[in-house]
C-alpha cells in the first residue's frame, strides 16, 4: 500500500479523505487546524448570523476510522526530490501528495490594502470583522462620528455580494439592540468592473443589485480602489471614502507553496494539472480546487467550493486507481449552478439550467447546505453536529 498525504482540509481535501477512508486506505491528513471551516459560509459568521464557531466542525467528527492520521500541522513546502511535504514542524513522506492548500487574498499591490483592509478568509478573520463591527457600533453613542458606522467592502463578486446581503439583515438589529437610529449606518460597495456578480448573468446581476439597493445598500460600480489607509479609501475617481470597517473582497490566489515548489503556475499562482488532476511537472502530485489551473473550454475552471469537492473526489478515486494498477478518470465538471444568498432565505442565481431569485433560491441555497453536511458526515453531521447552522433556513431540524 502507498502511502498518501493530504495537505489540507477544506473543501476539496476533506472529500478526497472521505474518499480514502470508504475504501479503507490509510492516509495523512495535514491542516493547520483541528477543524474544517466552511469556508463559503464565512459571510453568516462575519455578518452576526449564529456563533462564530459554528462554521467549523472538528476533523476528527468527519474522519472516524482507524488507519486516518490527522496532523495539525502547516505544509511550508514540497520536497519533490526526496517526494516529502515539509510542516513546520517536521516532515511527511508520500507516494502520492494531494495539495489541497486552498487560496489567499490578492491585493494586486493595491498600496495599503493588506494591512488597511479586513478580509474574508477564515474563520478567525470573520470573527475579527463581526468583532470590529460590534465595537464600532457599541461606541457609537458616546462619539457620534457617522463614518464609524460606514462599511465598505471592496469587491463585488460573490464573497462581497453575499457578505453585504447578511450585514443588511443583521445591521438594522445591531443597531435596534444598542439604541441606535438605524439611518445611523451606511453599507458601501465598490466594484471596478461595471456590474456585480461576474458569475452570475446580467439579469441576475441587475435583480440582485436591485434587492440589495432596495435594502439600503450604496453600489458603485465601474469604481476602483486605488489606496487604503487607516479608516480611508481612495478610489480612482479621485473620491475618498471614510469607513469604520473596510474589507476587501477582491479576489483571491492560490497558496504559495506551489510556486515555490518549481511547479508550472498560472499568474494567480495556480499549478497546471492534467485531466487526471496531477501536476503538469509531477505525476506523484495531485492538485487541486483553488491550487489547480485546469482549463477547460478555453478558460480556467472557477476556484469554488463546487469544483472543489467534485476534484477531490476524482483526485482521490485516481490515486486509488494507481495503486491498484487500474486506469485513473479524466474530471468531467458537473457545473450544478452558483447561487448567491443575499440574507437569510434570500437568493439569487442558477441551479441547475434554471434561473432563480428570492426564497426560492434562498431555499436553493439552503439545500446545497443541507447536501454538504450530509457529505461530510451523514444524518450524525447534519441533525446533531452541526445543527445550528441550520437555524434561519427552510430546513431546520
Ligand atoms: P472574485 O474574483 O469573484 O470577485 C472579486 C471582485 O472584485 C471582482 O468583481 C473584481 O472586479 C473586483 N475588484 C478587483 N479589484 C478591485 C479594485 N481595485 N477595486 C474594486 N473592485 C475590485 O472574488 P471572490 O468573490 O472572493 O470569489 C472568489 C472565488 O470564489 C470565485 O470563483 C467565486 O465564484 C467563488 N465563490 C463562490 C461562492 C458561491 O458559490 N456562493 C461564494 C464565494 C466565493
Redesign the pocket.
Known amino acids: 500500500m502507498g502511502r498518501i498525504v493530504i495537505a489540507g482540509a477544506g473543501y476539496g481535501g476533506v472529500m478526497a479523505g472521505k474518499k480514502f477512508e470508504n475504501s479503507h486506505t490509510p492516509f495523512v491528513m495535514i491542516n493547520k487546524h483541528s477543524y474544517h471551516q466552511f469556508?463559503?459560509w464565512l459571510?453568516e459568521a462575519a455578518g452576526g448570523r449564529n456563533h462564530v464557531d459554528d462554521y467549523k466542525v472538528e476533523l476528527t467528527d468527519i474522519f472516524t476510522r482507524h488507519g486516518t492520521m490527522i496532523v495539525k500541522d502547516e505544509v511550508t513546502g514540497i520536497d519533490r526530490q526526496e517526494n516529502k511535504l515539509l510542516t513546520i514542524r517536521g516532515s511527511y513522506p508520500y507516494d502520492y501528495a494531494l495539495i489541497a492548500l486552498g487560496?489567499a487574498?490578492?491585493f494586486?499591490g493595491?498600496p495599503g490594502?493588506s494591512e488597511y483592509s479586513m478580509q474574508?478568509r477564515s474563520l478567525e478573520t470573520a470573527r475579527q470583522i463581526r468583532t470590529r463591527i460590534e465595537r464600532e457600533f457599541a461606541r457609537f453613542k458616546d462619539h457620534k462620528e457617522k463614518s464609524k458606522l460606514r462599511i465598505v467592502v471592496?469587491?463585488?463578486?460573490?464573497?462581497?455580494?453575499?457578505f453585504v446581503g447578511e450585514l443588511l439583515e443583521w445591521l438594522p438589529k445591531l443597531c435596534a439592540k444598542l439604541d441606535i437610529s438605524s439611518s445611523s449606518f451606511e453599507v458601501i460597495t465598490?466594484?471596478?468592473?461595471d456590474s456585480?456578480?461576474?458569475?452570475l448573468m446580467p439579469s441576475l446581476q441587475k435583480t440582485a443589485r436591485d434587492i440589495l439597493e432596495q435594502k439600503g445598500a450604496k453600489i458603485m460600480t465601474s469604481?476602483?480602489?486605488?489606496r487604503v489607509e487607516e479608516g480611508r479609501v481612495y478610489l480612482?475617481s479621485g473620491e475618498v471614502i471614510e469607513a469604520g470597517t473596510i474589507v476587501w473582497?477582491?479576489?483571491?490566489r492560490a497558496n504559495t507553496v506551489l510556486s515555490q515548489a518549481g511547479l508550472t503556475c498560472d499568474r494567480r499562482g495556480r499549478a497546471q494539472v492534467n485531466d487526471y488532476l496531477q501536476s503538469i511537472d509531477d505525476e506523484r502530485l495531485f492538485i487541486i480546487g483553488?491550487c489547480a489551473s485546469l482549463i477547460q473550454s478555453g478558460k480556467p475552471l472557477?476556484?469554488?467550493?463546487?469544483m472543489a469537492t467534485q476534484m477531490g473526489q476524482l483526485a482521490a478515486k485516481n490515486i486509488l486507481a494507481l495503486l491498484t494498477n487500474e486506469s485513473m478518470q479524466k474530471f468531467h465538471p458537473k457545473m450544478l449552478g452558483?447561487?448567491?444568498?443575499l440574507g437569510s432565505g434570500q437568493g439569487v442565481?442558477t441551479f441547475g439550467r434554471f434561473k432563480t431569485s428570492g426564497t426560492t433560491a434562498g431555499l436553493a441555497?439552503d439545500l446545497t447546505k443541507v447536501k454538504y453536511l450530509y457529505q461530510l458526515g451523514g444524518l450524525r453531521m447534519v441533525t446533531h453536529i452541526r445543527k445550528p447552522l441550520l437555524k434561519q433556513t427552510a430546513w431546520q431540524v
Open positions: 469556508i463559503t459571510h487560496s487574498p490578492e494586486f493595491i490594502l474574508l471592496g469587491g463585488a463578486g460573490l464573497t462581497g455580494i453575499e465598490i466594484e471596478a468592473t456585480i456578480l461576474p458569475a469604481t476602483k480602489i486605488e480612482g473582497t477582491g479576489g483571491v483553488d472557477p476556484p469554488t467550493a463546487q452558483t447561487l448567491a444568498s442565481g441555497k
